[in-house]
């Protein structure tokens, strides 16, 4: 079976400050990939990163960052000097090789920013 | 270039009635997904359709769930004798290819609401 698990419901944070999303994933596969998407108020969800089983080089893109460890089957999202933009629900995903590509979504952070 | 559009954006029937809702993919993109976001299931996986190929219905809740797919672009997922538990958020999703190589691409979603 392949499972996500967000066990953060809610996160509050004062702007500027440094917030960590926490992902764990259970699966069977060898191959994998793992997904960051974001879903602000206005509903529609916006896809952030993709990574696969075989790269656990940590990536950064401006003030996101990624830390995926296999070790720990985890994939956690890393948001720098936080700005309230960044409220929304951010959901992480995997999709195994054995599944046609579709997605198994965690239950979601919701992440407030406070000005 | 467009991203994926979905109609209509609100949807409000009665118990029983039937109701269509579509799907406009990306251009190009052979995967197309549909997803229901509710807030007691989250984000669930109802259906996959990739080219030619026979659709993956497995997520699919009952019987009077179903979706087609013509002519590999436009999707349309029908339900039948809708009850109040099928309110909820459709998401329509479409991505280059369905292995998860490619990353899926979200629509605005229907918000179905059923009285």
């Known amino acids: 079976a392949q499972k996500v698990t967000q066990a953060q419901t809610e996160i509050s944070v004062v702007e500027k400050e440094d917030v960590t999303l926490d992902c764990v994933y259970e699966t069977r596969d060898t191959t994998y990939y793992l997904f960051w998407y974001k879903q602000p108020p206005s509903g529609e969800l916006v896809f952030l990163i993709r990574r696969n089983s075989f790269d656990e080089q940590n990536e950064i893109s401006g003030r996101y960052s990624w830390n995926f460890q296999k070790s720990t089957s985890s994939f956690n999202f890393t948001i720098t000097a936080s700005q309230v933009v960044d409220s929304a629900v951010y959901f992480c995903a995997l999709a195994g090789s054995s599944n046609t590509g579709k997605l198994i979504f965690g239950q979601g952070t919701t992440l407030q920013v406070k000005p | 270039g467009a991203g994926v559009s979905q109609s209509p954006s609100n949807k409000v029937t009665e118990k029983g009635k039937d109701v269509e809702l579509r799907c406009d993919p990306i251009s190009g993109h052979t995967a197309l997904y549909w997803y229901r976001q509710s807030l007691g299931q989250g984000l669930e996986f109802l259906i996959y359709?990739?080219?030619?190929?026979?659709?993956?219905k497995s997520g699919l809740p009952s019987d009077r769930f179903s979706a087609e797919r013509t002519g590999g672009s436009v999707s349309t997922l029908t339900i039948q004798r809708t009850q109040q538990e099928d309110s909820a958020v459709y998401l329509c999703a479409s991505s280059l290819e369905s292995s998860g190589l490619k990353a899926q691409y979200f629509g605005p979603g229907t918000r179905l609401l059923v009285l």
């Open positions: 359709f990739q080219g030619n190929s026979a659709p993956d």
